[in-house]
């Protein structure tokens, strides 16, 4: 696998790629996603196959392009900034950085939001409300 700077970018895409190497160790070594009672769906939001990866393995990096800081190279890389996402209730200063997680717990708080639709006492409604009101902030 090459270029793997993405996966560094934020927690989903480092997901999709463990995601993608667990099913891809999987299918060439002829393995099930896991064995029988080692699959933990607290672990990780459950991510299919990652029962299936050993991290009881020393850590290899493969292939001649491997990134490999120098101390020289170290004062140039510029890291790349991390995307935020405004909640867009008004009034909300909320900042989700990085990645939108979180957003169902706080926007099913009513109190956080108290002002917000105050009919709609149940999380699982604000929650349906908010993706309806606002299906930008999926975008």
Known sequence: ????????????D???FITAAALLRCELEQVPLCE???????IEGGILGT????LGLKERTFGEHAFKPSQQSRATVSLPMTRT???????????F???????????????????????????????????????????
């Open 97 to 139: 950085e990085g990645t939108r997680g979180g957003w169902d717990g706080h926007i099913g708080s009513l109190r956080i939001h108290p002002v917000w639709h105050p009919e709609i006492l149940s999380a699982e409604e604000r929650k349906k409300q908010f993706t309806s009101e606002f299906p930008g902030f999926f975008l």
């Open 36 to 42: 029988p009672g080692t699959a933990s769906d607290r």
């Open 51 to 54: 029962a299936s990866i050993n």
């Open 85 to 95: 996402f405004s909640c867009p209730i008004a009034g909300c200063a909320k900042i």
């Open 1 to 12: 696998m090459e270029d793997l700077a993405f996966a560094q970018e934020n927690e989903d």
């Open 14 to 16: 480092f997901d999709a």
